[in-house]
């Protein structure tokens, strides 16, 4: 018995020592071959290095392509008025049809002028048709005769991009010496309301309307209004329109989107006018008055519309709507002020039917109103 536990030890130890001897021989071998052959160990390390750099590569080439495709449809759009330039932006070929080719460019581009011009990249310079333009869409449309070679722009679809995605814009910044620059950058928003004024293309503090838009961050500068923002397909998925100028801020452009602009499109392509619908009355923002003026149990923080008059055989006062009345909203939407109050107006028609809800003596009142047609509110 003895004699078999010695003979199995034995054969324990001798595979001890066989993994030991095993062991110093691979590491032995390891070192002698990096060692004796230090070049090519490190080459392979550089041929994964190289494959990596590649890669990044791939992806550029990628958007230069996506440029390349709308980049000839992008113009240089300028404004005169009696021969004089008043102003100048950018535009872009969307359509092209009975051998006539249909410009987009903002409103606010060739407002006040009575001749635009359009330069594509090639240096052609061509005089354009306005067919028609929209201040609160702040859409404008021109058409020229098509030619070979023109290059028409893909339209996409702003409602199927995702915040995140890739976007990218072509434009005439600051004047034309900078004509046709790319930037790029993120869809940063979607659905965004921007406040507007009349009297510029900035935002202030008294804004007159409020338009829907897409935001980017990437660079947007005066003179990119009217140009492209693309996705990286090189489709337009939006109108670039307005830049948020202020201290401490950076990175903020807004476009109008695509969808929203082709809508317009349909009627001032045959030259047909932009009716909205009107109310019949003067009015007020609520947070820009003094709080004395109203009852001594009126809400300080309270927001809303204040009717001054309201217009003799109006809508406003066929419904009943009296001077003094506070709207507060249009069917559900709430009414924080009067540039709300006409970007929910807008989205009805003349002649549809609207519930008002006031604070008439400081309680609440619901007033149907029939929408009309006017110039104006």
Do not use: C
């Not at 702040?138 to 005769?145: G, P």
């Not at 140009?227 to 950076?250: C, D, H, Q, Y």
């Not at 109006?314 to 540039?339: F, H, M, T, Y």
């Amino acid at each position: 018995m003895f004699e078999k536990l010695k003979n199995n030890t034995g054969k324990v130890f001798s595979k001890i020592i066989l993994v030991i001897v095993t062991f110093f021989l691979g590491a032995g071998g390891m070192y002698a071959i990096i060692y004796f052959f230090p070049t090519n160990f490190i080459e392979t390390k550089n041929v994964n290095t190289t494959k990596v750099v590649k890669d990044v590569s791939i992806t550029e080439t990628g958007l230069s392509e996506s440029v390349d495709k709308i980049y000839d449809a992008v113009v240089v759009v300028e404004t005169y008025k009696n021969d004089k330039l008043i102003g100048s932006g950018t535009g872009f070929v969307y359509k092209e049809e009975s051998k006539k080719g249909y410009i987009f460019t903002n409103n606010h581009v060739i407002s006040g002028g009575n001749k635009v011009y359009v330069t594509f990249t090639n240096g052609k310079k061509i005089e354009t048709e306005i067919l028609g333009s929209d201040k609160y869409a702040d859409i404008a449309v021109l058409s020229i005769d098509s030619f070979e070679g023109m290059k028409v722009a893909t339209l996409g679809s702003s409602e199927n991009a995702k915040v995140g995605d890739t976007v990218f814009a072509v434009g005439a910044p600051l004047d034309s010496a900078y004509s046709w620059t790319v930037t790029r950058g993120i869809l940063s928003g979607k659905n965004r309301l921007i406040e507007v004024s009349s009297s510029s293309t900035n935002y202030s503090a008294m804004s007159d309307w409020v338009m829907t838009a897409v935001q980017t961050d990437a660079a947007i500068n005066s003179g990119n209004s009217g140009g492209p923002l693309a996705n990286v397909n090189g489709e337009v998925i939006g109108i670039t329109s307005m830049k948020l100028v202020s201290s401490g801020v950076e990175g903020m452009g807004f476009a109008i989107p695509i969808e929203i602009a082709s809508h317009y499109a349909e009627k001032l392509e045959k030259k047909e006018e932009v009716t909205r619908p009107y109310l019949g009355v003067s009015m007020y923002n609520i947070s820009e008055m003094d709080t004395s003026f109203f009852s001594e149990n009126f809400e300080e923080s309270r927001t809303g519309v204040y009717v001054d008059s309201v217009e003799a055989d109006s809508p406003a006062a066929k419904a009943g709507l009296k001077k003094r009345d506070i709207i507060i909203k249009i069917n559900n939407d709430e009414v924080k002020n009067v540039a709300y109050l006409k970007y929910y107006l807008y989205k009805y028609d003349v002649g549809d039917k609207v519930t008002l809800t006031v604070l008439r003596d400081n309680k609440e009142k619901k007033i149907e109103v029939t929408l009309g047609q006017n110039d104006d509110f």
